[in-house]
């Protein structure tokens, strides 16, 4: 459950506008899938993960924002939904988010140029917390025409360890695309 409002800084209105405008279109619609992630509840060694129903809506509010509305299946009568404010910002090669209130998550972007159309893979790295711990996080965000892959991972700030799976958001669109050509 996480509500995203994804706009452009003034910075990426240069040769980023087209990077940043193609990107938020590529994103824009209706998505439906599954959030995996690593069962906490379980000791840190432990592979076991859990899987949650979510929807994803992603809106635009003609002044280049966007807000995406995820909702999540969290057992019997639960629905959970968060909300976080999102800003791409291909100039300055950054990505930055605030969650429910937190305080500003910034995270170097890698890939910004490498897009096609809005899509393509970019890999976003900077530090917070995992399991309330100072980490590294490191996220591969994959936008293809109908699929949008977001894997996170971390590792305890300062370590050489491999990266270690978080949690992995793996969204379809809603609806099936048109189909075309002959049968």
Same mark, same amino acid.
């Given at each position: 459950?996480?509500? !995203?409002?994804?706009? %452009? &800084?003034?910075?990426?209105?240069? &040769?980023?506008?087209?990077?940043a405008a193609d990107l938020?279109? !590529?994103?824009?619609?209706?998505? %439906?899938?599954?959030?995996?992630?690593?069962?906490?509840?379980?000791?840190?060694?432990?592979?076991?993960?859990?899987?949650?129903?979510?929807?994803?809506?992603?809106? &635009?509010?003609?002044?280049?924002?966007?807000?995406?509305?995820? %909702?999540?299946?969290? $057992?019997?009568?639960?629905?959970?939904?968060?909300?976080?404010?999102?800003?791409?910002?291909?100039?300055?090669?950054?990505?930055?988010?605030?969650?429910? $209130?937190?305080?500003?998550?910034?995270?170097?972007?890698?890939?910004?140029?490498?897009?096609?159309?809005?899509?393509?893979?970019?890999?976003?790295?900077?530090?917070?917390?995992?399991?309330?711990?100072?980490?590294?996080?490191?996220?591969?965000?994959?936008?293809?025409?109908?699929?949008?892959?977001?894997?996170?991972?971390?590792?305890? !700030?300062?370590?050489?360890?491999?990266? !270690?799976?978080?949690?992995?958001?793996?969204?379809?669109?809603?609806?099936?695309?048109?189909?075309? $050509?002959?049968?």
């Open positions: 459950m996480r509500a !995203a409002l994804v706009g %452009v &800084s003034a910075a990426g209105q240069s &040769s980023g506008s087209t990077v938020k279109s !590529a994103l824009r619609g209706d998505w %439906v899938g599954v959030l995996e992630y690593r069962d906490y509840s379980e000791p840190p060694t432990s592979t076991k993960r859990v899987d949650l129903p979510t929807w994803l809506s992603v809106t &635009s509010d003609g002044e280049g924002k966007q807000t995406w509305h995820y %909702v999540y299946d969290d $057992g019997p009568n639960k629905t959970v939904d968060e909300i976080e404010a999102v800003t791409f910002d291909p100039a300055r090669e950054q990505y930055t988010a605030v969650d429910n $209130g937190k305080p500003a998550q910034t995270f170097h972007v890698a890939g910004y140029s490498a897009l096609k159309g809005g899509r393509g893979t970019l890999t976003l790295t900077g530090s917070g917390t995992d399991s309330g711990k100072p980490a590294e996080i490191r996220e591969m965000m994959t936008i293809r025409r109908n699929l949008l892959e977001v894997l996170e991972e971390t590792r305890s !700030a300062g370590s050489q360890d491999a990266f !270690a799976f978080r949690h992995l958001y793996r969204l379809v669109r809603r609806e099936a695309p048109a189909v075309t $050509g002959a049968k």
